[in-house]
Nanobody
Framework: QVQIVESGGGLVQPGGSLRLSCAAS????????IAWYRQAPGLQREFVAD???????NYAESMKGRFTISRENAKRTAYLHMNSLKPEDTAVYYC?????????WGQGTLVTVSS
């Protein structure tokens, strides 16, 4: 089973930036689609962005232009660069690896945007 560890969360002021990391074990990283989701208190988990094995990316509408997803297969690590953060971006951010019908999730990292 793939183990996934997210890191990089924390407290940031509105307008600030953070870079989240998603480190995975195992040999399937380079052939998996990597996605970031988030879940705010009291709300359902929502899609943030994903990147496929060819580097093509998709973003939720509210994240376009502010967030950038990337991956480094040699390090088995994916990233989510977040700029111009808003209080409504406060959530636990989760990384997901998907290969065919198999999915693995991390435990999440908390991002709090507050002054």
């Amino acid at each position: 089973q793939v183990q996934i560890v997210e890191s990089g969360g924390g407290l940031v002021q509105p307008g600030g930036s953070l870079r989240l990391s998603c480190a995975a074990s195992g040999s399937t990283f380079s052939t998996s689609v990597i996605a970031w989701y988030r879940q705010a208190p009291g709300l359902q988990r929502e899609f943030v962005a994903d990147i496929d094995t060819d580097g093509r990316t998709n973003y939720a509408e509210s994240m376009k232009g502010r967030f950038t997803i990337s991956r480094e297969n040699a390090k088995r690590t994916a990233y989510l660069h977040m700029n111009s953060l808003k209080p409504e971006d406060t959530a636990v951010y989760y990384c997901r690896l998907k290969l065919a019908w198999l999915e693995d999730w991390g435990q999440g990292t908390l991002v709090t945007v507050s002054s």
